[in-house]
Structure formats: structure tokens, C-alpha cells
């Protein structure tokens, strides 16, 4: 599990209704007090609000759940415009601890909470598996398509290349997603492997862009 902290916001009382202390039933309002608001994200699909200790709304298969939306800070990356969520959501487990519905819940709640940063990589989930490689790109691919171009024209995604490795499933993955031959027998941070990269990454994520490309680990 991690935790996201921000100052909690002065909000009025949200009435939702979803499961509270267990109990599927309709809760009484509720509103983020005390000197700090805790957003708890984990593999089970739990997303939590805690404000002061009082109040813990939970996701359940029979009922969503209605949060106040949080005042994350935002701030510029280098010398762009755009400003992102100091609070980025990664996606390592999605596809392999998180299944596909429990992912798309998780993206769901952080966008509700009013994040906007979101961060994969080619290699993910991990442990990296021949069966399950490239699954995150892909899960988050179709819960882009699934908001349309506005959402995603709002978002600020990440992905990462591979660095160097006995990289066979890395290549085997980037092959099956661009149904041809790749550059290379193992992972290199080399053109022509960054080039192939990037495109399997953009095919799996169904977007013509990425925000932010990164090296995942350098040559050492």
C-alpha cells in the first residue's frame, strides 16, 4: 500500500453512499477536517478516505463511493506549462496483483480526487512475467479510450523504456505488440530500441503522445 498526503481542504459535507465501518448502507455526510487528509490506495482496490480518524469510505463489488475531491498541490515538470499532481499514481501491479476491473477503479478514484500524473513503464506489472509484460501500458490504454480525447488532453502520462537486461521478454512483448521484428537480442538504451520502445509503449497505451519518456534505469 502507499499513501498520498495533502493539507485536507476545507470542503462542505458529501453525502454518498457505499460501505462505511462494513456496513452497506446509506452513510451520513461526511467532511475532511483535521490538519491532514490521507488517500490510501492499495492491490485489493481499496480506495480510503480518512479525515481525522473519523470517517473511512471503502470500495466494495456491490457499491461505489462518492469522496470529496482533495486540493492537490500541482507544479510544473522542467520548462513546460503543464502542471501535475505532486501526487503521481503508479501502476506496477496493474495486471498482475490488481486485476483489469480493479484497476480501472483505482484510475477511476485518483482522477476523481483530482489527480492528473500517472505513471507506467513498458516492463510493468513486476514481477516482470512472459504472460503479464506490458499489461499496465495496455490497462491504462483502454481506460484512456474508455474517457475520450478531453480526458486524456487532461492527464499527464509517463512511461518508461528499459534499461539494460537479459531483456528477451521485453523484446518478445515489444514484437507482439508491433507484430514485427524488433532491434537487438537483450535491452539496449540505444536508438533504433528506443525507437521501438516508444512505439509499443504508444500502441499499448492507445495515444499518439507521451507526456514524459524516461529511462527506467541507465547503462552502466
Known amino acids: 500500500m502507499f499513501v498520498l498526503q495533502a493539507p485536507a481542504p476545507q470542503l462542505p459535507p458529501v453525502s454518498h453512499r457505499g460501505f462505511l465501518h462494513g456496513r452497506d448502507q446509506a452513510s451520513p455526510n461526511i467532511a475532511a477536517r483535521g490538519p491532514q487528509t490521507k488517500i490510501c490506495f492499495n492491490a485489493a482496490g481499496i480506495c480510503a478516505l480518512t479525515a481525522a480518524g473519523t470517517a473511512r469510505a471503502q470500495f466494495s463489488k456491490r457499491s461505489a463511493v462518492r469522496v470529496p475531491r482533495l486540493a492537490l498541490r500541482r ?14 499514481l503508479g ?36 514481477p516482470v512475467r512472459a ?10 490504454g483502454r481506460w484512456l479510450q474508455s474517457k475520450g480525447s478531453a480526458a486524456r488532453a487532461q492527464l499527464f502520462v509517463a512511461t518508461k523504456v528499459a534499461g539494460p537486461i537479459d531483456g528477451r521478454r521485453t523484446l518478445d512483448a515489444r514484437r507482439a505488440t508491433l507484430g514485427r521484428e524488433v532491434v537487438g537480442e537483450n535491452t539496449r ?32
Not at 490488481?98 to 505513471?119: M, Q, Y
Not at 504472460?131 to 491504462?140: C, H, K, L, P, Y
Request: with cysteine; proline share 3%; hydrophobic share 35%.
Open 75 to 88: 507544479r510544473t515538470l522542467g520548462g513546460g506549462s503543464f502542471e501535475v499532481t505532486e501526487a503521481c
Open 91 to 126: 501502476t506496477m501491479t496493474m495486471g498482475q496483483q490488481c486485476n483489469e476491473a480493479t484497476s480501472k477503479r483505482i484510475l477511476d478514484c485518483f482522477v476523481d480526487l483530482g489527480g492528473n500524473f500517472i505513471d507506467v513503464a513498458e516492463n510493468y506489472p513486476v
Open 131 to 140: 504472460e503479464t509484460i506490458g499489461q499496465s501500458e495496455a490497462i491504462v
Open 189 to 220: 538504451l540505444e536508438p533504433r530500441q528506443i525507437r521501438d520502445a516508444l512505439e509499443a509503449s504508444l500502441t499499448r497505451i492507445q495515444t499518439d503522445y507521451i507526456d514524459l519518456y524516461q529511462l527506467h534505469w541507465p547503462d552502466r
